[in-house]
Nanobody, 124 residues
Framework: QVQLVESGGGLVQPGGSLRLSCEAS????????MGWFRQGSGKEREFVAAIRWSGGSTYYADSVKGRFTISRDHAKNTVYLRMNSLKPEDTGFYYC?????????????????WGQGTQVTVSS
């Protein structure tokens, strides 16, 4: 129904930057949002950021505010996560997800489709 493909992960030193991309295809929705989640080793999946597709309102986890920026490109049907000032604790597997309805963006249960994820490793 919906395919989400992440890219852009990799190895970066602390203080460095990465930009993750998530390209969506398959079908369209109204009033939907795209989000990013991550899961570190030995940790539960946690919310990172989300963006409303139409209006562009953004939402961030406290742990990434001021460092990460989520954005979208309508023409490319792609959402991005720009990650600056990366820390070792940012290391994890990052997932792109689509929520078919607005509201309550911080929980994974509200998201309907998921990508396969991309690994981000922050290490010196």
């Amino acid at each position: 129904q919906v395919q989400l493909v992440e890219s852009g992960g990799g190895l970066v030193q602390p203080g460095g930057s990465l930009r993750l991309s998530c390209e969506a295809s398959g079908r369209t929705f109204t009033n939907y949002a795209m989000g990013w989640f991550r899961q570190g080793s030995g940790k539960e999946r946690e919310f990172v950021a989300a963006i409303r597709w139409s209006g562009g309102s953004t939402y961030y986890a406290d742990s990434v505010k001021g460092r990460f920026t989520i954005s979208r490109d309508h023409a490319k049907n792609t959402v991005y996560l720009r990650m600056n000032s990366l820390k070792p604790e940012d290391t994890g597997f990052y997932y792109c997800a689509l929520k078919a309805r607005y509201g309550d963006y911080g929980g994974p249960r509200g998201y309907d489709y998921w990508g396969q994820g991309t690994q981000v490793t922050v290490s010196s």
